[in-house]
């Protein structure tokens, strides 16, 4: 499959269909991508990661019990009247901004069948094109956003790319590990992709993490690949199918990190963004400062 439009990436798409059970039960009722960090819901930053990288299409694959998303990203008339008779026009303003920046839609995954199933439900609205794939779980704090730097290796190689981030050598079981060769500093040509390999078996501790960009002949791979451990159809495998036809890079992006997915990640970006927060910052970190920790 050729790309209609090879010149540029205009279209991100969000799986988030996932049963969120690391959170369970907070997410039994509730999307684990609305948790709240600080004052806006997980997806909202990789909404706005997207945008800041110059795309202006947001395609989120949703499921069952996940009309909250849909309905944080549309427009709220009882909402945005209340606040303006109210006078309120900042938090107006906040609001307003949340439906408008940036075109939405929606496929519905019936039901979880691992990320590369969930990819490869967007194949109609991506409609040929190159796109990034944002997993909210994974919050990344950089100067330059971390899609926008695999766009840029992207833009460079003309090839599918993935962001990686050195992890402990113990952890590696719970990551896409990759064996690969640094082409230029901090981008690399994949060899191999190992699915949640053990500590023993890894070629190396550099871990996939939630930033991909794609092309769409990855559609053709991921419809061939099957199953795997749970039932789940792997991203990583259609990917190391795709690589048998053309390069596929990765791109140690710069920036921190955090595993919102994980209850203890999520509890340190709470506490790192908090410190961050114009309006709260400042109070918090004297809070912290001021605590008796034994």
Do not use: W
């Not at 600080?38 to 997806?43: A, C, Q, T």
């Not at 690969?180 to 060899?191: D, H, L, S």
């Not at 070629?203 to 053709?220: C, E, H, K």
């Not at 791979?221 to 199953?227: A, D, N, S």
């Amino acid at each position: 499959m050729r790309e209609k439009n090879d010149s540029s990436i205009r279209k991100a798409v969000f799986p988030a269909a996932g049963l969120g059970t690391r959170f369970l039960p907070a997410t039994k009722a509730s999307p684990k991508e609305m948790l709240p960090l600080v004052d806006k819901p997980l997806i909202q930053y990789g909404v706005e990661e997207a945008v800041a990288s110059g795309m202006d299409e947001v395609i989120i694959i949703t499921g069952r019990g996940k009309r909250a998303i849909e309905d944080h990203f549309d427009i709220s008339f009882e909402l945005e009247y209340e606040l303006k008779e109210k006078n309120k026009l900042k938090l107006l303003a906040e609001v307003e901004r949340i439906s408008n920046m940036v075109h939405f839609s929606y496929i519905r995954q019936k039901k979880a069948l691992g990320l590369g199933h969930a990819v490869l439900c967007s194949e109609p609205s991506v409609d040929g094109e190159p796109f990034a794939v944002i997993l909210s779980d994974d919050i990344i704090d950089a100067k330059t956003p971390a899609t926008r730097q695999l766009m840029d290796v992207y833009e460079k190689y003309r090839s599918p790319v993935v962001a990686i981030c050195e992890v402990p050598r113990e952890t590696v079981s719970s990551y896409g590990i990759i064996d690969a060769i640094e082409v230029e500093r901090g981008v690399y040509q994949v060899r191999e992709m190992v699915e949640k390999p053990s500590a023993e078996k890894a070629p190396s501790n550099l871990a996939i993490i939630g930033r991909y960009v794609l092309t769409p002949d990855i559609f053709d791979h991921l419809k061939q690949t099957r199953p795997g451990k749970g039932g789940e159809i792997q991203l990583t495998d259609g990917l190391q199918g795709l690589m048998k036809e053309r390069p596929v890079y990765a791109c140690r992006f710069r920036g921190v990190r955090y595993d919102a997915g994980d209850k203890l990640g999520f509890l340190k970006a709470t506490v790192e963004y908090a410190l961050k927060n114009q309006s709260l910052g400042g109070e918090f970190r004297k809070y912290l400062q001021g605590l008796n920790l034994k």
